[in-house]
């Protein structure tokens, strides 16, 4: 190997030195029962991280989705239902750490929300184009005989 191809090969590594705690492993959880994994998988995919917003506690690797992981890991070895745990995480953070979060009073902007936005767009639209239709229609409409014959009498006015 030649020299410059080793300072290109240290300086590779120099710059992929700060990437190394994102290709650390996954935590390994130790479970009971391969239904208690799939619990844990389930339910880490289901909530959502806090923290990040856009990711569920499975594909997070903040400290708080890592905390939470933990908490249900310890929750399913306690023998708790999936149930029990979503309400004890409701509780303690609110809808909000729910992907799917129930439909009631405080969620109906959420739910409803870009529904009714489609709505009030569709309808500015139809009344934007009708309004444009109609402003064509009576620009458009030819000139009657009696118009015309006025028009051409201005015109020999202006001369």
């Known amino acids: 190997m030649s ?3 080793i300072r290109a090969l240290l300086l590779g590594l120099v710059l992929m030195a700060p990437a190394a705690p994102l290709l650390a492993a996954i935590d390994a959880y130790q479970f009971d029962s391969t239904a208690q994994e799939e619990r844990f998988q389930r339910l ?14 499975a594909d997070s690797n903040a400290g708080l989705a890592k905390d939470l992981r933990d908490q249900v890991h310890e929750m399913i070895l306690a023998g708790k239902d999936d149930k029990e745990i ?3 995480m409701v509780e303690r953070y609110g809808d909000f750490v729910l992907y799917r979060p129930p439909v009631q009073a405080n969620t109906w902007l959420l739910w409803f929300g870009p529904l009714a936005l489609l709505g009030v767009g569709a309808l500015a639209l139809i009344l934007f184009l009708r309004h444009r239709a109609a402003a064509r229609a009576t620009t458009a409409a030819p000139l009657s ?3 015309r014959e ?3 009498q201005l015109l020999e006015e202006r001369k």
């Open 3 to 5: 020299y410059p191809s």
């Open 150 to 152: 006025r028009l051409a």
């Open 86 to 88: 979503v309400d004890y």
């Open 145 to 147: 005989e009696a118009e």
């Open 44 to 57: 880490a995919a289901e909530l959502r991280c806090l923290v990040c917003q856009n990711q569920s506690l």
